[in-house]
């Protein structure tokens, strides 16, 4: 499926990253440190529609202090990848996926909707500008991309509660590395019983930096007690699992089911979840969305019947949960891991077009 970048004008940087600089960049990006050279801008106002279509070099924002996303945080945002595969091409994954999501983010937090060509129009112009800035990895183990972010702000200088009448859609872009430092070793999990993520009829399955302000919370005293990230249970009963800070849950049991907690409007709906479900069936797996309270966490992995967790996401794509911690003790959880090792193979080869893309979710750049 070609992507246009018709109607993006370009204002190239003045001074773009030195070679040098940039190939030391990539040798050891991080996660979301560096940025490149360029944004793509989109600006919408309620008189004018979507307008002024652009690719500039990347900087500060100029704000109104009264900006209602400062005070309201009217605001959505996405992550997807771009890949460079082995014949130098570039590649991204299910990128209409992300285009709706957004639609649906925008719409909960009464923004404008953007349609899919502007948001993938905006995506490609801007690699296109930044191309040199996909990672090329240097072995199958490695997982370096080019992430990017795209996301929308109420920009109107107004201090009523309102939708702004004023907006901006940015994509910023940054080369990375695995999201985990220590790459795909296990992480461990804190069980929150303090805090919640989201309630029904709330934001939980917007992609809203409120949803990612209200863990921060609970994902700091997940690092208080030596853990990497924090689960959440549901508001209401304070017994279903529902999600990680930013990632989507797995578990697979002794009897090869692939089980992941049913979308209850809670919950973001990831794309590397639904790609997961999917690959499962092709994997001799029996993909399951239900509830999952977590005494069967619990009691599973005590159990046997449950012999991996693994967190998944774009930003994370597969990685394993080698123990859980909540106020009542910690529970070690089984090595090994091989169905999520498998996935995630299986995940990535496609990604960077080592396997044949059977689906059709790959769109080249
Ligand atoms: C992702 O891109 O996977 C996210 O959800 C955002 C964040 C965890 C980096």
Same mark, same amino acid.
């Given at each position: 499926?070609?992507?246009?970048?018709? &109607?993006?004008?370009?204002?190239?940087?003045?001074?773009?990253?030195?070679?040098?600089? $940039?190939?030391?960049? $990539?040798?050891?990006?991080?996660?979301?440190?560096?940025?490149?050279?360029?944004?793509?801008?989109? !600006?919408?106002?309620?008189? +004018? &529609?979507?307008?002024?279509?652009?690719?500039? %070099?990347?900087?500060?924002?100029?704000?109104?202090?009264?900006?209602?996303?400062?005070?309201?945080?009217?605001?959505?945002?996405?992550?997807?990848?771009?890949?460079?595969?082995?014949?130098?091409?570039?590649?991204?994954?299910?990128?209409?996926?992300?285009?709706?999501?957004?639609?649906?983010?925008?719409?909960?937090?009464?923004? %404008?909707?953007?349609?899919?060509?502007?948001?993938?129009?905006?995506?490609?112009? $801007?690699?296109?500008?930044?191309?040199?800035?996909? %990672?090329?990895?240097?072995?199958? =183990?490695?997982?370096?991309?080019?992430?990017?972010?795209?996301?929308?702000?109420?920009?109107?200088?107004?201090?009523?509660? !309102?939708?702004?009448?004023?907006? +901006?859609?940015?994509?910023?872009?940054?080369?990375?590395?695995?999201?985990?430092?220590?790459?795909?070793? %296990?992480?461990?999990?804190?069980?929150?019983?303090?805090?919640?993520?989201?309630?029904?009829? &709330?934001?939980? =399955?917007?992609?809203?930096?409120?949803?990612?302000?209200?863990?921060?919370?609970? *994902?700091?005293? =997940?690092?208080?007690?030596?853990?990497? *990230?924090?689960?959440?249970? +549901?508001?209401?009963?304070?017994?279903? @699992?529902?999600?990680?800070?930013?990632?989507?849950?797995?578990?697979?049991?002794?009897?090869?089911? $692939?089980?992941?907690?049913?979308?209850?409007?809670?919950?973001?709906?990831?794309?590397?979840?639904?790609?997961?479900?999917?690959?499962?069936?092709?994997?001799?797996?029996?993909?399951?969305?239900?509830?999952?309270? @977590? +005494?069967?966490?619990?009691?599973?992995?005590?159990? &046997?019947?449950?012999?991996?967790?693994?967190?998944?996401?774009?930003?994370?794509?597969?990685?394993?949960?080698?123990?859980?911690?909540?106020?009542?003790?910690?529970?070690?959880?089984?090595?090994?891991? *091989?169905?999520? =090792?498998?996935?995630?193979?299986?995940?990535?080869?496609?990604?960077?077009?080592?396997?044949?893309?059977?689906?059709?979710?790959?769109?080249?750049?």
């Amino acid at each position: 499926r070609p992507v246009s970048t018709q &109607g993006f004008s370009l204002e190239p940087s003045a001074k773009p990253t030195a070679e040098s600089v $940039l190939a030391s960049i $990539l040798e050891n990006p991080g996660f979301g440190r560096y940025f490149t050279d360029h944004m793509a801008h989109i !600006r919408w106002t309620e008189a +004018d &529609g979507w307008h002024g279509h652009q690719v500039r %070099p990347y900087g500060p924002l100029t704000l109104d202090p009264a900006a209602s996303v400062l005070h309201y945080a009217q605001e959505i945002f996405e992550g997807i990848k771009a890949y460079r595969h082995a014949d130098g091409s570039v590649w991204t994954f299910r990128p209409e996926k992300n285009a709706a999501r957004f639609r649906t983010s925008a719409r909960r937090l009464a923004l %404008p909707e953007l349609s899919d060509e502007d948001f993938l129009g905006a995506i490609k112009a $801007l690699v296109t500008q930044d191309r040199t800035w996909v %990672p090329t990895p240097a072995s199958e =183990a490695e997982e370096s991309s080019l992430y990017l972010r795209p996301f929308m702000i109420a920009s109107e200088a107004f201090l009523g509660v !309102r939708p702004s009448k004023e907006v +901006d859609f940015y994509v910023i872009a940054s080369p990375v590395a695995a999201y985990f430092k220590g790459g795909v070793k %296990p992480v461990s999990i804190w069980l929150s019983s303090n805090y919640k993520r989201a309630s029904p009829g &709330g934001t939980g =399955a917007a992609k809203c930096g409120g949803n990612y302000a209200a863990s921060l919370l609970a *994902q700091k005293e =997940a690092a208080e007690h030596g853990c990497d *990230q924090v689960a959440f249970l +549901d508001a209401v009963e304070n017994t279903w @699992i529902e999600e990680l800070g930013g990632m989507n849950l797995f578990f697979v049991t002794k009897d090869g089911r $692939l089980v992941t907690p049913r979308l209850t409007g809670t919950i973001l709906e990831g794309v590397t979840r639904d790609s997961l479900l999917t690959l499962a069936k092709e994997e001799g797996l029996t993909p399951e969305e239900r509830p999952i309270s @977590i +005494d069967e966490w619990r009691d599973g992995v005590a159990s &046997g019947e449950i012999t991996e967790v693994f967190a998944c996401g774009t930003a994370a794509v597969i990685t394993p949960i080698g123990k859980l911690v909540s106020e009542n003790g910690t529970i070690e959880h089984p090595e090994g891991n *091989q169905v999520a =090792a498998r996935l995630r193979k299986r995940l990535l080869d496609i990604q960077y077009g080592r396997a044949e893309d059977t689906h059709g979710w790959l769109t080249r750049l």
